[in-house]
């Protein structure tokens, strides 16, 4: 079956960076769409970044553009989350997320059929 596990969350200072991973199993993950979301406590879920099936073309955030950056490693099976210059505001529980169906990247949540288990980040000041 399709399995996503995520690692690499955890506690980290304000200004400080931290990388994410999102391992793939049941499929080759070069071909979905991968999208990172995070919740925050009492706030809805939001998408953070894409990276496209079809061409690698990334998106992100206005909050996080110019900090995060994802990346594959197809070699790997492994999308990651690269998060620089952390803020307190970044901490939420992140979430990794696949679309087979559409190949360019959106932060519709709906849209994704398979989904990590989550990681805590938190963002101390």
């Known amino acids: 079956q399709v399995q996503l596990v995520q690692s690499g969350g955890g506690l980290v200072q304000s200004g400080g960076s931290l990388r994410l991973s999102c391992a793939a199993s049941?499929?080759?993950?070069?071909?979905?769409?991968i999208g990172w979301f995070r919740q925050a406590p009492g706030k809805e879920r939001e998408g953070v970044s894409c990276i496209s099936s079809y061409d690698d073309s990334t998106d992100y955030a206005d909050s996080v553009k110019g900090r995060f950056t994802i990346s594959r490693d197809n070699a790997k099976n492994t999308v990651y989350l690269q998060m620089n210059s952390l803020k307190p505001e970044d901490t939420a529980v992140y979430y990794c997320?696949?679309?087979?169906?559409?190949?360019?990247?959106?932060?519709?949540?709906?849209?994704?059929?398979?989904w990590g288990q989550g990681t805590q980040v938190t963002v101390s000041s």
């Open positions: 049941g499929f080759t993950l070069d071909d979905y769409t």
């Open positions: 997320a696949a679309d087979g169906l559409r190949d360019f990247c959106s932060f519709y949540v709906y849209e994704y059929d398979d």
